[in-house]
Every structure is written in structure tokens, then in C-alpha cells.
């Protein structure tokens, strides 16, 4: 089993959301502020006189547990959402999952998914 990690631009999150949901168990979705290589906002200053840029973008954590066959498939669909081109799209990570366990139901593993 893999974790797909994805922050994304959190003005993509339904998006994302909408193309997963049937296609993985279920996910989580945090948002937050970020500060990755690309551009920051610009935002007006309290005035309105002068513009700043802003210190963080608005982020988006899309988390969900996948079998292993099923990642380059969720990670297409997290892709193809959120490009805009533009190097704040944001990115996706990968990593192993041991153990699963889904509290309510006792399931274990693949069947707790």
C-alpha cells in the first residue's frame, strides 16, 4: 500500500476532489499556508496604495491510501487537475504504508481501504 500526498493551489480542491472521489476509499484534505520555489501572490497592502507580495500561498494537503496498483492512476488524476503550468501547481509525494487499520470496522490492511 502507498500514501499520495498532494499540496496543491487550494483553489483546486474541489476539482481534485470531485475527479477522486469513487477512484480511492476515501481521503483527507488540509489547508494551510506554503512556501515552495515558485512565485508568491501579490496582494494589496492594507491601504490599498502599494502592493506587497504575500510571505505564503494558500495550500491545499490532499492525503489518501492507495493499493499499490492504483497509484500512477490517483497520481494522474491529482496531475492532470491541478497543472496549470505554472511552477506553484504544486507537488505530489509517495511513501510506503505498512499497516492499515480501520478503527470502526476492525478491518485490517487492504480491506480497512
Known sequence: MKKIEATIQANKINLISDAITGVVGGFTVMEGNGRGSGKRQKI???RG?????????KVAIISTIVEDSMVEKVCKIIENEAYTG?????IISISNVDYVLNIGTKKKDSEAL
Open 44 to 46: 494589496r497592502s492594507e
Open 49 to 57: 496604495t502599494k502592493t506587497i507580495r504575500a510571505e505564503y500561498n
Open 86 to 90: 505554472e511552477n506553484t501547481d504544486g
